[in-house]
């Protein structure tokens, strides 16, 4: 539906969103959708970190070995002698 716009017709867009909403209220809303990416960015970053950290953090006890876990499993199968 949107494919045959082309740059003609996003300038008119352009044009007509100006004449409708001013050019002090579009401006203030280029400015909120930038610091709402902004925020995001810091917290995609806060959220990194907080996972780093986490990893950082995260050690064996000394002295203890490791547990294996890895499954036993059994023949269910009947013996045929």
């Known amino acids: ?5 082309g740059l003609p017709g996003l300038l008119l867009i352009a044009v007509v969103v100006l004449v409708l909403f ?7 809303l ?3 959708v930038g610091k709402g990416i902004t925020a995001f960015k810091k917290g995609v970053n806060d959220g990194n970190n907080e996972i780093e950290k986490a990893a950082d953090t995260t050690r064996e ?8 876990v890895t499954p036993h499993t059994t ?3 009947p013996d045929r002698s």
Request: glycine residues 16%; proline residues 4%; without cysteine.
């Open 1 to 5: 539906m949107f494919n045959n716009i």
């Open 22 to 28: 001013g050019r002090g209220k579009v401006s203030s």
């Open 30 to 32: 280029m400015g909120e």
């Open 61 to 68: 006890v000394p002295g203890e070995k490791a547990r294996d």
């Open 75 to 77: 023949d269910q199968t």
